[in-house]
């Protein structure tokens, strides 16, 4: 490879040696750090020296000779005697060197000079006849004896034609230092200073490897990266070629490989013994926590080791200059050296007050250390890790925490928040940790204030109620002997907890002891208290209170909480919303929350989140986008993870998947194992609901009736069995029709219709289903009435079930052209919740073939409709295309009849129609609904 950059220093080089050759004996030393290629530049110059006619004696130093006496002057004879072309002179000459260096090995002291005189005036004689050069690379190595033999050599060198090259490092130690002053007293010294490539070198450089021109800025990368180390940039060259794969692309950035991993172990082999173990442990330590190591009580960290490394291209300020060289430097320190080194750093660190991240990540890789306050200080690390999400290293910083704390309170401590952190990512592998934290709790080391009731909560989310049972009792003894106000807080918290949510483990726990759910929630109890208060707000709206203080106190929960490791908060709220019937709430809270906990990657908030919002797009008919939020609940938590509560998102995905007619994948679904004891959970009875309905669809009626009847007698049983959430009367009813038991059903249905009044929902459908127990007058009357309470309930599911059944009461009573309005309607209802059984049972066969182009033509004609319109001609269209009379349409809007004519006459006119059954469908999406309509005539 061509020497470049370094056209300088040969024109100087060559310049001496025409001095040399008029007799004046020239010395140069060629100084630079180590890589810049001092060594490439002799032999450059070397070679043309002996084209030229010297004769060239070299030697080349090293740290293992340099014990060897006398070796670098031996290598400088064996050179000569391989030189082809000596003349006879000069052999002899030659062998006279060899019998004064034979002498001068076995000379004495006294005799020392005499025979070193011999070997110099053997040299001179030789220069006489053949111009000579001596080159001796990395000089400082060279070994004693044949440092002074050179000195001697100097001092009778300077009317002669001898030019002696050397090389050597900046900074070497004695004794090359005297050797060295030696060389720079005599007339003819020089020294030469070998600089690293500049930018404009390496874009040769590159050139010359790569073939394509390189732009400065890329030039600038590759420079950036070595240095101007030739070692190391001819190593990125090499890698960034090899990289490229023969292709003509320009390498605009630098690729670091094979060829530059060695190259750095090479360079820092090269440098000096103390610069080699800075450089390693600035890899392993970094630069801050060397300072710390190197001095702790000063503030001047080795300087002339640190310009040693900068020069030879593997420093950028206080750091390593390329990333690959802490792990090439680093692989040369052993684990042992390496741990110690950390340990050593932490503790320096920690007294010079260091941020404790730093100090954690080192008592991490050494693997921990005995100081007292090293767990503390990691348990707070770990803490500050979660408040970045960063649960990786947080468990790792917990785990470590509790392995080297030998104080048992403190320990159990660490546990416990440790598997309360774990909670967020993966419940399941939390609970391995349990055993071991009652094992404390037995010990005395863990309290109800300080970790007892979440361990509580954990079991009983597990189903393992029996041991949550016995953690109790320990708390209870511990609460008897010294009772707080925190503690009996933490254990009424428990208390509502369950009782809303397992009612059976609460009485297996607590007794039949009835909790007071008629207290006002105030807003400064719920900031001092919200799982309590939300677990209590909860347990108001299941068992039948006044649901609007509990409502708001949900919603100020919601409003002052965050995604922290306790996970019962923000679900009782957001279930005392969904239990309410605040979808909208709901929808809004769980997209908010949602969307924290995407961004900050938290699976198990993830995973709850998804299956709350999933139960309420089934509430509001979004079907299809229910069981995407189903699924992806079930995937970011495993079933050992769920525990008990994963009957809520199984059973919002066979609801949503049944109702779809998705019956295979509904049945997969329910084929998924769920524990025995999530039927003593509120969430078992969501599943049996779910359950019941793919039965009824699926034909198996008395399979529904049961899990029905069983639903309900649990919920009685827990005394919530008027929730509107779980209408399982209506269901029983239901299958009770299909099974021909009518009077049964009308039964439950009066029942249901009785106990739910103030729900439309509820109340619409089951009006609904005794509708069809009527004849067809007090049917159709019936049905109307379901379909204005369903209309406001916001469930299209169900509204579509009403308007089909409405459309087929008008057909059997004559009214055609009002039956195909209606059943079209909710046709399209039902295709837009992804109902598809129901979309198909809805529309005759002959209609289904036109229903596409019936729409297509019905949306223009709407988008017609709302620009020729006013808004009260809108609202009269959107109900008579909907089927109702002008006198249905004067009581909704609370106008006149002849009002309502008058503006049928001017739609008829505007549309260009001339019958009001040709009124175009889709008023209700393009100018409001009628629901909507109705509530502007009256606000």
Sequence with gaps: MSIVGRDIQLTQLHDMLTARDCGAGQITLVSGPTGVGKTALLHEFTQRAAKSGSLVLRAACSPRERSNAWGVVHQLLWQTGRFKGASQHTSETLAAVGRSLAAVTRASESELDKSMDEICAAVMEMADEQPLVIAVDDLHEADPESLGCLGHLARRMVASRVLAVFTDRPGALPPYSAARAEFARQPGFTQMRVPPLTTDDIRLLLFDRLGVPVDKAGAEEFHAASGGSPLLAQALIEDTRNALNGTETAASRPVAGEMFDSAVADCVHRVSAPAADLARHLAVLGPDALTALLDRNSTSPPTRLFQELTQAGLLAGPGLRHPRMRTV??????????????????????????????????????????????????????????????????????????????????????????????????????MRRLPELKEALEAGHLTATSGAMSLIKNLVWHGYVDEAADVLRLVERQLADDPGAQATEEVGALQQWLSVLCPPFHRRMFGDVSLDVADEIAPAAIAAQPRLHAARALSIVLRGGEPEPAVVGAAHVLEMSSLTPTLETIPLALMTLYYADRTEQVDAWCTTLLEAARERNIPTWDALLSSLRAANLVRLGRLLEAEKDSELALSRMSSQGWGLSIGMPLASSVFALTAMGRYDEARARLSRPVPEAVFETLFGQHYLYARGCFHLATGRLQAALGDFLACGRALNSWGVGDTTLIPWRTAVAEARLRLGEQDQAVTYLREELARHKGCPRVHGNALRLLASTMEPRRRLRALQEAVDELQDSGDNLLLAHALGDLGRVYHLLGQSNRARVIVR????????????????????????????????????????????????ELRVAALAAEGHTNREIARRLFITVSTVEQHMTRILRKLNLSRRDELPQGLNSMGGSAARAVSGARG
Excluded at 346 to 369: K, Q, S, Y
Excluded at 395 to 410: E, S, V
Excluded at 833 to 840: D, G, N, T, V
């Design 825 to 872: 309607r909710a046709y399209r209802m039902a295709k837009k919740c992804h109902a598809e059984p129901l979309a198909q049972n809805l529309l005759p066969d002959a209609e289904r073939a036109a229903d596409g182009r019936a729409c297509t033509a019905g949306h223009e004609a709407s988008e017609q409709a709302h620009d020729v319109l006013s808004e009260a």
């Design 329 to 430: 430097l680093c692989g040369e320190v052993s684990a042992e050296e390496r741990a110690r080194l950390h340990g050593r750093a932490a503790v320096l660190l920690h007294d010079n007050g260091a941020h404790l991240a730093t100090v954690a990540e080192h008592i991490v890789v050494a693997g921990g250390i005995a100081e007292s306050w090293a767990p503390l200080l990691l348990r707070e690390a770990a803490t500050e890790a979660l408040a970045h999400d960063e649960f990786p290293k947080a468990m790792q910083l917990f785990d470590l925490a509790h392995a080297i704390c030998p104080n048992g309170p403190l320990r159990a401590s660490i546990l416990f928040q440790r598997t309360l952190s774990a909670w967020q990512v993966d419940p399941a592998k939390a």
